[in-house]
């Protein structure tokens, strides 16, 4: 029995192995013969709806853009991540574009890729090779930036008063780029002002099971908390739930800056309990094409690109809210 | 009852270390008509855990182990959600939620007794596929309910007292009836010491081990429910990540052998606890949290080092030993 099924499997997998090289030939001869674009796009997973939002906006500006798009989701990991990016060189793929699940660990593998003439576009994620020849450019967000504005908001709305402003902090995946650098832009803004001061600051894992849990910490063991900066919308929804359970009323008591503007958090802002949302936008798609097509043809891009995106206040969010797609 | 002693020892110096750095630590209130305090959130937020370790700890007396109820968590949060968001009734949503799980238990338990393919092995699997089920029962998204009635299983309160709390007392009375009271402990400790043996003495063993799986997959069920009832949303990704793991340390550091055999339901809840404490104690006394993984890790290392009778044997006979010469010389 045992024997019989091993040999299913196998026969599955050769089927398989089979038939991605046969369509990975098609696709090679199409991008050669036409002159049609093919993409390789190997996204990081489908963890949220940002993440969702960023899969279809890329999905769309394909579609309507001409290019004929591979795309795999590598579910969190990086192996499965450089196995797709392996793949579609296989395939000859005119461009590949990718979100890094994390930031180090890609030098063989975009090696390979250069080794096969194909250009790389990262997007949304950057990695920290120091050889900036091994991709063509970067769109993506500016996190720092993002730390940044909501370090202004803050400076601006305490400007009055001179009285201490005591911070918490929920950031995210520790070691990840965007809570690295949305830690760093904020210090750097509040920095300038002695007044402000960070008195915890912990990791949510951008959750909300655990922006609940520290911050329900955070409220026993530091009795004044005035402002609370989380790296994303989730962690501050949890947050809210953890500050209502104590007594003290979001967005009054307690002021709550956050990052991302996902329908929740918006819906949490336009109801007046997160005051602000410095936004960090997935629709990046239609960027991308134009820069796919650019790097196809051989034209010089920026290395840099970030994505167009704003910030909300309460009023700002209720008229934002019903077109808000994500 | 000395089995218990280290795990309370270090249960109490994780708690005093708290009130070192916040005086009001042991402090409890009643905020907003229910009870608040740094204890009640270790109670709370360890409920999830205990129950999963509970469960745990009946299938590890067998001598298996479950892998799967991180994904067990994730799948019956996500069904119980979706079903809400639905307008199928909170009862509907959780009786189909808990029947998943319980489903899912029994086909565990079926890989490992009637199909006879090692427990790691065969729960690896729905760990790996159940993360993938819970994905798609969600769409990949997070799915958010507002209904006062769900809110009540994790978050809500019941006379002042954390609902999810009371659950799990209710659940750890009737697991020690029937294991303590009834025959039943016993024949989980016979089939874990020797499921052959068991089995020629006229237990039934597959039958034994079908139930242990199904009973912790729906502790994990039950958790999975708390988990995402606590913050009104499903993630699909990330509830109950890990959590078996966490489950397995607190069984093996309340004294039960993974070998199988003798189990302490008692030992199980003080791990549990001793682990939430832990993170508690992180959150409160300001570890950087690039440096948690390594805090947690010796602590754990200590807590483990501590419940090894060789190693207390090794160093406390020989510091009594050089005391006693150094007295001699003397």
């Not at chain 1, 949304?124 to 091994?134: E, G, N, P």
């Not at chain 2, 294991?179 to 089939?191: H, K």
């Amino acid at each position: 029995m045992l024997k019989r099924i091993s040999a299913l499997v196998l026969a599955g997998l050769t089927a398989a192995a089979l038939t991605s090289c046969g369509s990975g030939g098609s696709g090679g001869a199409s991008g050669a013969d036409d002159g049609s674009i093919t993409m390789g796009f190997s996204q990081v997973g489908a963890e949220s709806g940002w993440r969702t939002a960023n899969t279809k906006s890329v999905q769309e500006a394909a579609k309507e853009s001409g290019i004929t798009l591979k795309f795999s989701d590598a579910q969190q990991k990086q192996e499965n991540q450089i196995k797709a990016i392996r793949s579609y060189i296989q395939q000859k793929v005119d461009v590949i574009a990718f979100s890094p699940v994390v930031e180090s660990g890609w030098d063989t593998v975009l090696k390979e890729a250069r080794d096969a003439k194909i250009p790389v576009i990262l997007t949304d994620r950057a990695v920290d090779s120091k050889d900036t020849t091994l991709y063509k450019t970067f769109l993506g967000s500016d996190f720092v930036e993002e730390g940044r504005k909501a370090g202004k908001w803050l400076v601006e709305s305490f400007n009055n008063s001179t009285d201490p402003v005591n911070i918490v902090e929920l950031q995210g995946t520790t070691g990840s780029a965007p809570a690295n650098d949305r830690k760093a832009g904020f210090a750097e803004v509040i920095g300038a002002d002695p007044k402000f001061k960070v008195i915890a600051s912990q990791t949510g894992d951008f959750t909300r099971a655990k922006g609940k849990e520290v911050m329900e910490a955070f409220l026993k063991s530091n009795p004044d908390i005035d402002v609370l900066y989380a790296h994303n919308d989730d962690m501050g929804l949890g947050a809210i739930e953890a500050i209502e359970g104590a007594g003290k009323v979001p967005g009054k008591d307690i002021k709550i800056i956050t990052v991302d503007a996902v329908k929740d958090g918006m819906q949490a802002l336009a109801d007046g309990k997160i005051n602000y949302i410095v936004e960090c936008s997935p629709l990046l798609g239609p960027q991308l094409m134009d820069l796919a097509k650019k790097v196809v043809k051989g034209e010089t891009v920026p290395a840099r690109v970030v994505t167009e995106e704003t910030t909300f206040t309460q009023e700002q969010a209720k008229t934002a809210l019903p077109n808000r797609k994500y | 009852m000395r089995r218990l002693l280290w795990p309370l020892v270090i249960l109490a110096a994780l708690l005093a270390v708290n009130v070192l750095f916040t005086p009001g630590f042991f402090s409890i209130q009643v905020r907003e008509g229910h009870l608040y305090g740094s204890l009640i959130d270790i109670l709370r937020f360890g409920a999830p855990l205990i129950l999963v370790a509970l469960g745990m700890t009946l299938v590890i007396a067998t001598g298996g182990i479950d892998l799967s109820v991180g994904s067990v968590v994730a799948i019956s949060g996500a069904l119980a959600c979706l079903q809400i968001s639905q307008d199928a009734g909170v009862f509907t949503a959780v009786v189909l939620a808990l029947g998943l799980s319980v489903a899912l238990g029994v086909w565990n338990g079926f890989l490992v007794a009637n199909a006879g393919i090692q427990p790691i092995i065969a729960t690896l699997i729905l760990m790996v596929a159940g993360r993938g089920l819970a994905q798609l029962i969600t769409d990949g998204q997070i799915i958010t309910v507002n209904d006062p009635a769900f809110k009540l299983i994790g978050g809500g309160y019941l006379l002042t007292v954390p609902f999810g709390i009371l659950l799990v007392l209710a659940v750890l009375a009737v697991t020690a009836f029937l294991t303590r009271r009834l025959a039943l402990g016993m024949l989980i400790e016979a089939v874990g010491g020797n499921a052959e043996a068991s089995r020629l003495a006229g237990i039934r063993a597959r039958g034994i081990i079908v139930m242990v799986y199904a009973f912790a997959a729906l502790c994990a069920g039950v958790a999975g429910l708390m988990i995402s009832s606590n913050v009104s949303s499903a993630d699909g990704n990330n509830a109950g990540l890990w959590i078996e793991l966490d489950a397995i340390l607190a069984v093996v550091i309340g004294g039960t052998s993974l070998a199988g055999g003798r189990f302490s339901l008692a030992g199980t809840v003080l791990g549990a606890l001793i682990i939430q404490t832990l993170t508690t104690t992180i959150y409160s006394i300001g570890v950087p949290p690039e440096t948690t993984l390594l805090f947690k890790a010796l602590v754990v290392t200590v807590v483990c080092l501590l419940q090894s009778a060789a190693f207390r044997e090794k160093v406390f006979k020989r510091r009594a030993r050089t005391a006693g010469a150094q007295e001699v010389a003397a």
